[in-house]
């Protein structure tokens, strides 16, 4: 299996976060690229610098408002007197068809769903590369690789296609989807992610192309709150391409593959061409987020399991915090996937 990532991933380093209110140091540091570098490569895979693959693959999911403002928010905020050193929103509309704000501070409302994905001077160049390492893992499958994976850091699942959160700028998983479209008529995409992938469900959610399922804590007591609920179908020509499985909290190893055997259903029947993993490993027992409690020895399962379905797969590094297992979490994914033979 090719593996894909570029070191000005780690460029990027969020300091402001908001945990129920209170200040805390933001998780997604770049040390987690590290570890997930190092437990990729005791899988025995070899990592590869993607190429530079320009905006294309990554306008084709996004409106070009919001990636001229992900390009240039964080020069703007600078000249903006007595402003934080950051980009953090602090007003949102309660609509999205309004007039588009002129502002800085405005389009940072506009453009960003909470206060969890700050943006600094190596923000955009870190995204982007990040996206790169998607497209080269896509590219990869597309030439006949039969898997790839891409350490996608920052993560993106939490991107909608004009709007920021969740520690996530570019929805890599679904600029993955998006290039693999080029050859697969049909791609699907599975969310293992400890939270919702509401970013990915709002860019492909009235699309009946690319079927969006995602397994995660049960939003209703846990972000993002307002995504992720069960009667989220789809909409338009996408109604019924929108499969979400909430899980109760705590939700261990046997529920965990219950769940995905349901999952795997809803994929079989969709007859996809192509699979996009949107790989988060932070519903880990130990990681700092505590919502499910999969073990380290069941990732490997879920690997084994999803590499069982035989589709051409494209695995996008999603979410997973620093705690002593992350690197091993990965390995054990990787490995019971197929690991180096796939
Ligand atoms: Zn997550």
Known sequence: MKAFFAEEQKRHDPKAFLSSGAPQPNPEQPERAERLLAGARATGLTIERPRDHGLGPVAAVHTP??????????????????????????????????????SA????????????????????????????????????????????????????????????????????????????????????????????????????YARPDVLTVSLHADPVRFYPFFWGHADERGEGPGLGYNFNLPLPRKSADAAFLEALGVAFQRIRAFAPDALVVALGLDAFEGDPFGGLSVTTPGFSRIGEAIGKLGLPTVIVQEGGYLCDALGDNLTAFLTGFGGKQR
């Open 65 to 102: 408002e919001y990636l001229a403002f992900l390009e240039h928010i964080f020069a703007r905020w600078q000249r903006i007197e007595g402003a934080s050193a950051e980009v953090i929103p602090n007003i949102h509309p309660l609509a999205r068809d309004g007039a588009y704000p002129a």
């Open 105 to 204: 501070v405005g389009q940072a409302g506009y453009h960003m769903a909470d206060t969890a994905c700050p943006i600094s001077a190596e923000t955009w160049q870190s995204a982007l590369w990040s996206a790169w390492s998607a497209v080269e893992a896509a590219e990869a499958v597309i030439s006949g690789a039969p898997a790839a994976y891409a350490l996608c850091r920052p993560p993106g699942h939490h991107a909608f296609a004009d709007v920021a959160g969740g520690f996530c700028f570019i929805n890599n998983s679904a600029v993955a989807a998006q290039v693999l479209r080029k050859q697969a008529a049909r791609v699907a995409i599975l969310d293992v992610d400890l939270h919702h992938g509401n970013g990915t469900q709002g860019i492909f």
